[in-house]
């Protein structure tokens, strides 16, 4: 039973902690506002960021009612974790960067694979451009394709993996 509890509440934090940092590097990357996908995770978002924004205003291109709702909700699964089953766990800082890298690794999965049946216009589609290309364009300057194969996705895959590991959570 306590298992299973302790299952139901990391993943229930985790998605909604994926979807608030969805909206952060969404705002960061200034991906397109209209797009369905966008305004869904606006308004799973909203109830919450919007009162936080009333005395934590953007700094720039950074929303830091989203950054502070994010970093509560990685203290709130360790403290979740640490009550239920006494497992030690990193700082919730830490679980909030290890599921950003682990976000943006399943988005540019999920983009690379979506590329190979790519038949037009897809909303999912352009938004998962939008939101990895500012990851992607450095190393395309460096490696660009080769033969029509992209390996930018290969090399920012790995590197962030190699920082998931790094900072060890």
Do not use: C
């Not at 039973?1 to 969805?22: C, G, K, Q, S």
């Not at 989203?66 to 979740?80: F, Q, R």
């Not at 460096?142 to 993996?161: C, E, F, M, T, Y």
Request: charge should be positive; hydrophobic fraction near 60%; charged fraction near 10%.
């Amino acid at each position: 039973m306590n298992n299973a509890l302790t299952f139901l509440v990391a993943t229930v934090i985790d998605l909604y902690l994926i979807i608030v940092l969805l909206r952060l590097w969404m705002q960061l990357t200034q991906a397109d506002f209209y797009n369905p996908v966008s305004q869904f995770v606006y308004k799973a978002t909203q109830p919450i960021v919007g009162p936080l924004r009333s005395f934590m205003p953007m700094m720039g291109k950074l929303d830091t009612a989203s950054l502070l709702l994010a970093l509560i909700l990685g203290m709130l699964k360790v403290a979740a974790l640490v009550w239920l089953n006494n497992i030690a766990v990193g700082p919730g800082i830490l679980t909030a960067i290890s599921s950003l890298l682990s976000m943006l690794f399943w988005v540019l999965i999920i983009r690379a694979i979506l590329s190979w049946f790519s038949q037009g216009y897809n909303p999912i589609e352009a938004m998962l451009h939008q939101i990895t290309d500012p990851l992607l364009a450095p190393v395309r300057k460096v490696i660009p394709p080769i033969g029509g194969l992209d390996l930018s996705v290969l090399v920012v895959i790995i590197a962030l993996q190699f920082l998931r590991i790094l900072i060890g959570v």
